[in-house]
């Protein structure tokens, strides 16, 4: 079986930015704390592998989830967000 899960609450989702590249935003407290809940619902779910997109706020959901499960993540661009184009940056 499958399982996806969206990061939680990005600082790009507060500003109501479009950033799908690179790592500069995060999670804010809100969404580290939705993934941490999150963790605790799939506890008693045995996960075989986690894959996350190479973006900062998905590695930072990924490591959370990682630690819960206690098995490492792969970083991998097959998983990796679509690209917004001149979007990027700018305000819904």
Known sequence: ????????ESEANILEVYYNRGNK?????????????????????KFDKIYSSPLRRTIETADILSKEFEIPY???????????GIFKGKSK
């Not at 792969?74 to 967000?81: C, M, Q």
């Open 1 to 8: 079986m499958i399982y996806f899960v969206r990061h939680g």
């Open 25 to 45: 935003y995060g999670l804010t407290k809100k969404g580290v704390s939705q993934v941490e809940k999150l963790a605790k619902k799939l506890r008693k779910i």
């Open 74 to 84: 792969t970083k991998s661009n097959l998983v990796i967000e679509y690209y917004t």
